[in-house]
């Protein structure tokens, strides 16, 4: 059995990990595995939207199997191939069966939505074991809900529930553990209503334009970010403004 599982319908690619023994930890050739999977995925224009999520209904992921060892290095883009894929401007979404703890939570705090089951349950306990969590949890935990919020939770390694995350803004929906893949089929839906370039152009001014110093220098910088660019002079700009005038359903081909 594969510790990784990566399967793709109609522009979606799903990546489960598959350890559920293990919590669904992360072994050092999963993150290689991975790697390979989120290249395959970016490099795939047929590929809109991509799902990550764990094998059973106990864990999403529980960080790093550190009974399996540690690897001289992460790959290219960081821990399980992705909180370092800062040019991926594809939609991706985590679907959070269960908890996500450490590297786990770090995965899912590097995807765009998260879906939660009523039983997820998200932290950072690395202080507990003498660790940090250097997997982008410390940087984008203090970004997405607030430094002293953040701090709170980091400094003294708490976990908190699907509700309590949902109130906090990191988790979008929460549902009963039955209804997670439909949940999920559900945004996919209605992603996939949209322009792909346009969508890629929205992720890509959102996330550049925090860097940016001031809202004026993110207004006036977005015209030279490549994925902008590129919908600017892309086919389905003008299909989106034909189709809207004929009254009828866009026919978008992602150029």
């Known amino acids: 059995m594969a510790d990784i599982e990566v399967s793709s319908s109609t522009s979606i690619t799903t990546i489960t990990l598959n350890r559920p023994e293990a919590r669904n930890a992360i072994t050092p050739q999963m993150h290689e595995d991975l790697q390979a999977a989120f290249d395959e995925f970016a490099d795939d224009a047929s590929q809109r939207i991509c799902v990550i999520t764990g094998?059973?209904?106990?864990?999403?992921?529980?960080?790093?199997?550190?009974?399996?060892?540690?690897?001289?290095?992460?790959?290219?883009?960081?821990?399980?191939g992705l909180i370092e894929r800062f040019d991926l401007y594809k939609p991706v979404i985590a679907a959070v069966n269960g908890f996500a703890l450490g590297g786990g939570f770090e995965i899912a705090l590097a995807a765009d939505i998260i879906i939660a089951s009523e039983t997820a349950s998200f932290g950072l306990p690395e202080p507990l074991v003498g660790a940090v969590a250097l997997g982008g949890g410390v940087h984008r935990l203090a970004r997405q809900i607030g430094l002293k919020r953040a701090m709170g939770m980091m400094l003294s390694a708490k976990r908190i529930g699907a509700a309590e995350a949902y109130e906090l803004g990191l988790v979008n929906e929460i549902v009963a553990p039955g209804q997670l893949d439909e949940a999920v089929s559900r945004w996919c839906e209605?992603?996939?209503?949209?322009?792909?370039?346009?969508?890629?152009?929205?992720?890509?001014?959102a996330l550049r334009g925090l860097e940016e110093p001031s809202l004026a220098d993110a207004m006036k910088n977005q015209e030279s970010y490549p994925a902008f660019a590129a919908w600017r002079q892309s086919e389905d700009l003008l299909e989106g403004r034909t189709a809207f005038a004929e009254k009828r359903q866009p026919n978008w081909k992602g150029k």
Do not use: W
Request: hydrophobic share 40%; aromatic share 8%; charged share 20%.
């Open 190 to 205: 209605d992603i996939l209503k949209c322009a792909p370039l346009s969508l890629m152009a929205t992720k890509e001014a």
């Open 55 to 80: 094998a059973g209904d106990k864990a999403f992921c529980a960080g790093s199997d550190l009974k399996a060892g540690i690897g001289k290095s992460y790959p290219t883009n960081g821990y399980a």
